[in-house]
């Protein structure tokens, strides 16, 4: 995926979605800015009228009860409306922050429901990153939009009306004034692209520096950072990335400089012009103190509604460039099947198929999988192998429906999985993957991934099955138990082994019934790992299953093992008629096997 240069949507696409975002969430946000325009254009005008009708009252040498009552009303007036304008000030702001909320839930469901390749993909990934930058704070354009909404309203209201007031004046001026604002708006406009324009590298150091502040504080890493004295390095790392992130920062600033150079020029140049005009018609027309009075403030008054007009129409235009990012992310086309679908057909145990299968990464030339035929039988267990690179990771991300073949199709009881709604065909898969997830949330609900509804019976034995049950009684509060310290500081660390077992624990809780397991035994020692092979044939029961290791012995409960090799089924067939063949599989299982041996030792040539 390629992110255009110019704005996919544009500023009114992008106050359009912030509109039935704020419709659809906190309604009062709309409202309120409009209360707000209102009551701020209500202080104006009594501001500008209080001191020409006073003065008026003073040429016609009105009574002093009279003078000092229009005072009072006047500042009656003001006194309450600037009650009123401090309420809503004051109030309108948790609406806005619950709106850039609803925002940034968008952008997150988008990322925890996109199709798995967007999340691999750099692009995705950076305009990703740009979504949640822009809302990152009150000041970014998911929030900072109605503070320009509203200013811009008060500006147009402000200036419809003094546009009414000066009309008589002279049409000439008010052009004058006009035009020189617009030339400064577009001036202003092209200058402030230029973030848009350099938006990657900005990015860019916002990404390094992210990364670089979350590796530090990672509980994970604190070992390693200080067992390698790694702090001096990281800190020479930040501390670069920081500084060319500041010199992007004062190039940025010196270009926007250039749009307050322009603004003094045409606003001198305006303001200078009607001031020598409205002095002219005072000195021949004898133009009353009171109506100078009220011409001169409502002149400059309209001068500062025009540029405010425009003013907030490029800090909207700014502000829609992040909006149309968000709404990249959110709009963005998804490769799988998401709505609608072909049913997934109901059946006690079903069949996975690949029919020719080739598969290449995207950016990538070389195939991992290459015309590959595989059928896993209902209820069959299947066991695959091979050495690092030969394709077996991928030939469970192809069975798992995380990626489309590149050639061919995967079939579940005949039908391609391409034509079933991708979220239900994962509701049948149970998986243990490589890359473990665990969130920092109690052991029931971890294994349940769910805080309502948990049947904690099933958990106990999820837990039982998986090896855990030891592990847990011992834990302060059993299952309620928090995993991990990021989120709570009571939390317990699991071993790499314990959390492996953790994971499986969750993927039999769900009984899916295709049941993967992409190295489930890595991190345990050979008698743990050799209870969880005891316990297999109890797991898979009634499921299709596939299962890959590393290690060749713990496929011999399997009915059928593949033996994989530069993407293609090298060998197939049961443990021992793989050995019996003796070729590729037979020769790694005796080096696997002598390392279990006494006095065993390693022959680099019959490895190779």
């Excluded at 005008?45 to 009105?62: D, G, K, N």
């Excluded at 001036?187 to 990364?211: C, P, Q």
């Excluded at 050495?387 to 192809?398: F, I, P, Q, R, Y």
Aim: charged fraction near 20%.
């Amino acid at each position: 995926m390629k992110v255009k240069d110019k704005p996919k949507y544009g500023i009114w696409q992008c106050v359009c979605f912030m509109v039935k975002t704020a419709w659809n969430s906190v309604r009062s946000v709309l409202w309120l800015c409009i209360v707000f325009a209102v009551l701020t254009v209500g202080i104006n005008l009594a501001q500008l009228f209080i001191a020409p009708m006073v003065l008026q009252m003073v040429e016609t040498l009105a009574p002093l009860g009279e003078l000092l009552g229009t005072i009072g009303i006047f500042s009656a007036i003001l006194l309450v409306l600037n009650a009123l304008l401090g309420y809503v000030d004051e109030n309108i702001m948790y609406g806005r922050i619950d709106v850039r909320s609803a925002v940034i839930s968008m952008i997150n469901h988008k990322a925890y429901t996109t199709s798995y390749p967007n999340t691999r993909d750099p692009e995705v990934l950076r305009l990703h990153s740009e979504a949640l930058r822009n809302c990152d704070s009150n000041d970014e354009a998911s929030e900072h939009i109605w503070h320009t909404l509203t200013g811009l309203l008060i500006n147009v209201i402000g200036f419809a009306i003094y546009l009414f007031l000066l009309v008589d004046v002279n049409l000439l001026l008010i052009g004058l004034v006009v035009a020189t604002t617009i030339a400064g708006f577009f001036v202003s406009r092209y200058i402030n692209e230029w973030g848009y324009r350099h938006k990657d590298e900005l990015a860019k150091y916002d990404k390094e520096l992210g990364y670089l502040v979350k590796k530090t504080e990672s509980i994970k890493l604190a070992k390693d950072i200080r067992v390698f004295c790694l702090a001096p390095w990281l800190n020479r790392v930040y501390t670069s990335t920081r500084r060319m992130a500041e010199a992007f920062s004062a190039r940025r600033e010196r270009v926007y400089a250039w749009t307050c150079v322009v603004d003094v020029v045409l606003q001198f140049a305006r303001n200078g012009i009607a001031y020598f005009y409205l002095i002219h018609r005072t000195l021949t027309d004898g133009l009353a103190a009171s109506e100078f009075l009220l011409y001169f403030t409502a002149f400059t008054g309209f001068s500062s509604w025009v540029t405010g007009i425009l003013s907030e129409f490029a800090t909207l235009h700014k502000e829609s460039l992040g909006l149309s990012v968000i709404q990249e992310y959110i709009h963005l086309p998804e490769q799988f099947r998401f709505d609608g679908g072909v049913p997934i057909p109901k059946a006690d145990s079903y069949e996975l198929k690949l029919e020719n299968v080739s598969f290449r990464y995207p950016g990538t030339e070389k195939d991992i999988i290459r015309n590959m035929d595989l059928t896993l039988h209902p209820g069959e267990k299947i066991a695959v192998v091979g050495l690092n690179g030969a394709g077996k990771t991928t030939l469970v991300k192809l069975l798992c429906g995380f990626y489309d073949p590149d050639e061919g199709r995967v079939l579940l009881n005949g039908i391609d999985i391409r034509e079933f709604n991708r979220q239900e065909y994962y509701d049948l898969l149970s998986a243990v993957f490589q890359e473990m997830s665990v969130l920092d949330v109690t052991v029931a609900e971890h294994v349940a991934q769910t805080v309502e509804n948990i049947d904690l019976v099933k958990v106990a034995d999820c837990l039982d099955k998986a090896g855990l049950t030891h592990k847990v009684e011992k834990l302060p509060i059993g299952l309620q138990t928090h995993v991990g310290k990021i989120a709570f500081m009571d939390g317990v660390e699991f071993s790499g082994g314990e959390m492996q077992r953790l994971v499986l624990a969750r993927a039999l809780y769900k009984d899916g019934p295709i049941l993967v397991l992409d190295e489930p035994t890595a991190a345990l020692d050979p008698i743990a790992e050799n209870d969880i092979y005891m316990k297999y044939n109890e797991m898979t029961k009634g499921k299709t299953s596939l299962f890959i290791s590393h290690r060749l012995a713990s496929t011999r409960f399997c009915d059928r093992i593949l033996f994989l090799q530069d993407g293609v089924i090298a060998e197939e067939g049961t443990h021992e008629q793989l050995l019996a063949n003796e070729s590729g599989y037979a020769k790694l299982f005796h080096i696997q096997a002598r390392y279990y041996q006494e006095g065993g030792e390693f022959d680099g040539e019959e490895n190779g």
